[in-house]
Structure formats: structure tokens, C-alpha cells
T-cell receptor, first 116, second 111 residues
Framework: GAGVSQTPSNKVTEKGKYVELRCDPI?????LYWYRQSLGQGPEFLIY????????DSGLPNDRFFAVRPEGSVSTLKIQRTERGDSAVYLC??????????????FGPGTRLTVL | DAKTTQPPSMDCAEGRAANLPCNHS???????VYWYRQIHSQGPQYIIH???NNETNEMASLIITEDRKSSTLILPHATLRDTAVYYC????????????FGQGTTLQVKP
């Protein structure tokens, strides 16, 4: 079946611009996660949705980052006034239930964001 | 969530068993050990998890010591496609499910 998809696969933008990154989770998965991965590092948690609500946004680095999931399926990560330090691969994952056992999260291929 | 320590890199000959260690000496009683791997340019992939018993699935085996302070992921017959970064993660069942990744172990399988 279809896995988690993310669009675009690559995004190049200029410093100060606004970007949106999209995640299509696996159908029926109620939990959705965003992570950010810098070169040579492990993924870093950003935000978690249970259904439509952001249940844990403790990983968002600052108020330039915002994410929505209005219908409990597709999610969009929004970054305002991008900075060069925002350059990274942004990963989305979904799971059937949050915190369930097993906590098997299915990851998308990521969006590589480059801020010039 | 308990912190984990893994060697930064390991090599393994193709066809041989790859044994990847993980130290999690501060693990608490309700925390599980999970392993994910990330092949180059892909998102992480779930491998296996365990609480205190050894576990085996079609991908790997997980051996957890009796005191639960360390574990070993075993790939019984490593192939070139197993070359990846392997992450050991400790998390508890009541968590939101967010995963806290460390640096992982880069496993290089060589022909």
C-alpha cells in the first residue's frame, strides 16, 4: 500500500522567504510527527499531532515554525522568514496510534530544504 | 526518556552476523528499547522493539541483558543493503510516541 509521502522532495529558497512543506500520512493513521534532520545528525523531534490537534509542539525551535493538520490527515509544516540555519531534511512520520506498542512510525522520504 | 550510547561506526563482512551494541544504563522499568535504521537518503525504518525478553522478527534479533542496561541488535546474515545508520531508542509506553534519536551507529557491510 501507499506509504507516507512528502512534497516537495527538494525546496530551495532565499533567506527571509516563507515555505510550506506537505506530508500525506498513511491512510487511517491518527498520529503524525514532524522531525528535522541536519547533516550528520539523527532526526530531531519537532511536533506531534493526534488527530487534528497538536498534542506536543515542544520541539519547534521558535515561533517562525508552525504546523497544521486541519482534517486529521494531511499536514503542512510552515516556516516563516527562513534562515540559513533552517536548511535540513524535514521528515514526516505517521503511526496508527500514538505511544502504542509497538511504536512503529512510518517515515516519509523527507523534504530537503535549502535556504540560500 | 533514557539516554542511549552507541559506537559511532562498525564494519561487517557480507554474509556474517552484525552485532550492534547499545548502552542504556538509566532505563526505567516502563521503558522499551526500539531500533530503527536509516538507509542513505531515506527516512528511518522500524526494525524491532523489546521490553525485557529477547525478540526476533524477519529482520533481526534483539538481545536485552537481564538488568536491561544494555542490548544488542543482531542482523544474522548481513547484506550490502543493510549498510545504514542504526538508532537505538528508549521510550516508555505512555509517551506521545515521539522518538528521541541519538547519533546512531553507521554500519558498513563490506563484500
Amino acid at each position: 500500500g501507499a506509504g507516507v509521502s512528502q512534497t516537495p522532495s527538494n525546496k530551495v529558497t532565499e533567506k527571509g522567504k516563507y515555505v510550506e512543506l506537505r506530508c500525506d500520512p498513511i491512510s487511517g493513521h491518527t498520529a503524525l510527527y514532524w522531525y528535522r534532520q541536519s547533516l550528520g545528525q539523527g532526526p530531531e523531534f519537532l511536533i506531534y499531532f493526534q488527530g487534528t490537534g497538536a498534542a506536543d509542539d515542544s520541539g519547534l525551535p521558535n515561533d517562525r515554525f508552525f504546523a497544521v493538520r486541519p482534517e486529521g490527515s494531511v499536514s503542512t509544516l510552515k516556516i516563516q522568514r527562513t534562515e540559513r540555519g533552517d536548511s535540513a531534511v524535514y521528515l514526516c512520520a505517521s503511526s496508527l496510534l500514538a505511544g502504542g506498542i509497538p511504536n512503529e512510525q512510518f517515515f516519509g522520504p523527507g523534504t530537503r530544504l535549502t535556504v540560500l | 526518556d533514557a539516554k542511549t550510547t552507541q559506537p559511532p561506526s562498525m564494519d561487517c563482512a557480507e554474509g556474517r552476523a552484525a552485532n550492534l551494541p547499545c548502552n542504556h544504563s538509566t532505563i526505567s522499568g516502563n521503558e522499551y528499547v526500539y531500533w530503527y535504521r536509516q538507509i542513505h537518503s531515506q527516512g528511518p525504518q522500524y526494525i524491532i522493539h523489546g521490553l525485557k525478553n529477547n525478540e526476533t522478527n524477519e529482520m533481526a534479533s534483539l538481545i536485552i541483558t537481564e538488568d536491561r542496561k544494555s542490548s544488542t541488535l543482531i542482523l544474522p546474515h548481513a547484506t550490502l543493503r543493510d549498510t545504514a545508520v542504526y538508532y537505538c531508542i528508549v521510550t516508555w509506553s505512555g509517551n506521545t510516541g515521539k522518538l528521541i534519536f541519538g547519533q546512531g551507529t553507521t554500519l558498513q557491510v563490506k563484500p
